[in-house]
Each structure stands twice: as structure tokens, then as C-alpha cells.
């Protein structure tokens, strides 16, 4: 059965410096990935996702996401995180239906 | 773009009575999607709809809940006989009818059940 492990119930970084959020995935077939944010009050907004050819996708304010197979990860990074990045992060992934699989939510808090 | 819209924002019910949401999704979009998300979690699948037609359900949704889409276009989900497990944020999603398309979400319902 398809699902989405997110180890990391809560991290804090510091502003300007590197994250990396991780995700692992089941799913038998190549997988669609996806990486959403969600800001307190607002709905899911997608920050990229990957479907195939480059295994490292760019997306939006910054975000990037890399493929490896290998190691059924599909793990989030943006290289100097800014206090508004401070939400919740969901990877997800689609399978061959359209049906999302979510995992359970990074919580990102971003000190000064 | 006016993006997925969803009524209302906040429900605030009392157990047993029933509750109605709206959820109207990007103008082009044949398929629409239900989640419901509890704190702590990310979303779990209800259901779906690819035009007028509610092609999948999750078991997650029991006998209580029901789900439309008469003309294809917006969709309702009602609640009957509501249970305080029912408290959770209702999300709704649309997408164009293909494989690997993205979904577009809306603010979401929150229900409250006292």
C-alpha cells in the first residue's frame, strides 16, 4: 500500500540558515511526489512536485526537492530559510488514480 | 484564477444535529476531492469525484456521510448525526482529469462537534 513517512515531527532552524526536510515513500510503481505548505488559517499551497526526468525539482520561494529512488526519499531543502517560511510541510504521494497520500506534517519554526 | 473556494470556513454544531459544506472548485476542473485532516495530521482521503460522478470512498467514510456533485461543478458534503470524532478540518481539491496532475486546495471547513 502506498504511504508517506515524515520522521521529523518538529524542527527549528535558525534564520538564514539550510533546511532539509525529509520524506520517504511505498509505492510500488514510479511514484508522483509532492511537497505542500501549509501556513496557519491557509489551504495547502504546492511548493513543487516531481513526476520525472531531473531528479532534483526547483519550486517556489526557494524550495527544492531531490528524487533518489534508491532510497524511496523525496527530501525538501531550501539553503537560507526567512521567518515567513515558518508553516507546516506535507509531502504526499500520487498514485497511478490521482488519490494523495499524505504524510503526518513537518512543523517548521523559524527562530532569529 | 479564483482558485478552490469552500463554505463555510468554521462550523461550530452540537452531537446528532447535521451539517452541510460547500466546496467549489476551479472552473476547469472535472475532478474534486474531499480530505479530512485532525490536528497532528496531514490529510486522509474520503472521496472523490471526476465530473457528476463519485468514482471512489474511502472507508474512513462511514454510512453518515455523503457526498455530491449534481451538475459537476460544486459538491457538498454532509455529516449526519454528528459525533465529536467528526471535529476535524474538511478539505476540498480539485484537479484537472489526468494522472499526475496537481491538486488545488481550498482554505478548508473546520467543524467543531460539542
Known amino acids: 500500500a502506498q504511504s508517506v513517512t515524515q520522521p521529523d515531527i518538529h524542527i527549528t532552524v535558525s534564520e538564514g540558515a539550510s533546511l532539509e526536510l525529509r520524506c520517504n515513500y511505498s509505492?510500488?510503481?514510479?511514484?508522483?511526489l509532492f511537497w505542500y505548505v501549509q501556513s496557519p488559517g491557509q489551504g495547502l499551497q504546492l511548493l513543487l512536485k516531481?513526476?520525472?526526468?531531473?531528479?532534483l525539482v526547483q519550486g517556489i520561494k526557494g524550495f527544492e526537492a531531490e528524487f533518489k529512488r534508491s532510497q524511496s526519499s523525496f527530501n525538501l531543502r531550501k539553503p537560507s530559510v526567512h521567518w515567513s517560511d515558518a508553516a507546516e510541510y506535507f509531502c504526499?504521494?500520487?498514485?497511478?488514480?490521482?488519490?494523495?497520500?499524505f504524510g503526518t506534517g513537518t512543523s517548521l519554526t523559524v527562530i532569529p | 484564477d479564483t482558485g478552490v473556494s469552500q463554505d463555510p470556513r468554521h462550523k461550530i454544531t452540537k452531537r446528532g444535529q447535521n451539517v452541510t459544506f460547500r466546496c467549489d472548485p476551479i472552473s476547469e476542473h472535472n475532478r474534486l476531492y474531499w480530505y479530512r485532516q485532525t490536528l497532528g495530521q496531514g490529510p486522509e482521503f474520503l472521496t472523490y469525484f471526476q465530473n457528476e460522478a463519485q468514482l471512489e470512498k474511502s472507508r474512513l467514510l462511514s454510512d453518515r456521510f455523503s457526498a455530491e456533485r449534481p451538475k459537476g461543478s460544486f459538491s457538498t458534503l454532509e455529516i449526519q448525526r454528528t459525533e465529536q470524532g467528526d471535529s476535524a478540518m474538511y478539505l476540498c481539491?480539485?484537479?484537472?482529469?489526468?494522472?499526475?496532475?496537481?491538486?488545488?486546495f481550498g482554505p478548508g471547513t473546520r467543524l467543531l462537534v460539542l
Open positions: 516531481y513526476f520525472s526526468g531531473d531528479t
Open positions: 509505492y510500488g510503481a514510479t511514484p508522483y
Open positions: 481539491a480539485s484537479s484537472r482529469k489526468r494522472v499526475q496532475e496537481t491538486q488545488y
Open positions: 504526499a504521494v500520487g498514485d497511478a488514480g490521482n488519490q494523495f497520500y
